[in-house]
């Protein structure tokens, strides 16, 4: 019998479509578990006459942010996924320029979005 094998994580290589998939499966997990806090912040945003709660206004702002751009990323990489279960962009070419379309776009949303809601 083989003794068990030691995978250090930290040390292997992904492939960007590797790691497009585990942030999508992080995002679904953060986007579930902050649905009490966005509502919340939503509230807050909602209700900002009240020098109560002034000083929770940047941190409602920074979590709506953080959680739409969370949510472009999820969605864009569900339909990635999506795609690729119905045979479209299924090559590793393809699947890899997928996967760097749905960061950048990703990623743009979130600076353009950042701009819009704190400028």
Do not use: H, K, S
């Given at each position: 019998m083989?003794?068990?094998k030691f995978m250090n994580l930290a040390a292997m290589y992904?492939?960007?479509t590797a790691i497009a998939s585990i942030f999508h499966r992080v995002s679904g997990v953060f986007l579930f578990l902050s649905m009490p806090l966005i509502m919340y912040s939503l509230s807050v945003v909602k209700k900002n006459e009240t020098l109560e709660i002034?000083?929770?206004m940047p941190l409602a702002v920074f979590l709506i942010w953080a959680v739409s751009s969370?949510?472009?990323y999820h969605s864009l990489?569900?339909?990635r996924h999506l795609l690729a279960d119905f045979g479209v962009f299924e090559s590793y070419h393809q699947a890899k320029i997928?996967?760097?379309s749905?960061?950048?776009i990703s990623v743009l949303?979130?600076?353009l979005f950042a701009g819009f809601v704190w400028l």
């Open positions: 083989a003794r068990p992904f492939p960007i002034a000083w929770l969370l949510f472009v990489a569900g339909v997928t996967a760097w749905v960061i950048v949303f979130a600076l």
